[in-house]
């Protein structure tokens, strides 16, 4: 059970404080916190490769039951979800790939 009420997360993810507005599926607006983390990872020769890693928090009610394969576009780039991870509290984070 979250601490926090619906209420609580979604000031906490307002476009005026922390939060940018995302087009979900083409057709509904969701605010949520974008982040595009450069990482390195090992690749299979144990190389390191260089990349980002682009995610998108948002509330869990603001999504269908399965938001993956669903489309995410955040300031004019166009997201494809890979993975949507809750976690228990009113929160999902969504592992996105570039279309």
Request: some cysteine.
């Amino acid at each position: 059970m979250s601490v926090e009420s619906a209420a609580d997360r979604a000031s906490f993810l307002d476009t005026d404080e922390h939060g940018v507005a995302a087009t979900y599926n083409g057709v509904s607006t969701v605010n949520g916190i974008f982040e595009n983390a450069f990482v390195t990872a090992l690749d299979q020769l144990d190389a390191p490769v260089s990349m980002t890693r682009p995610e998108f928090q948002c509330q869990a009610s603001d999504l269908d039951a399965d938001p993956v394969s669903k489309s995410l576009v955040i300031s004019g780039v166009s997201y494809t979800i890979v993975e949507a991870m809750p976690d228990g509290t009113g929160m999902t984070t969504l592992h996105l790939e570039t279309v």
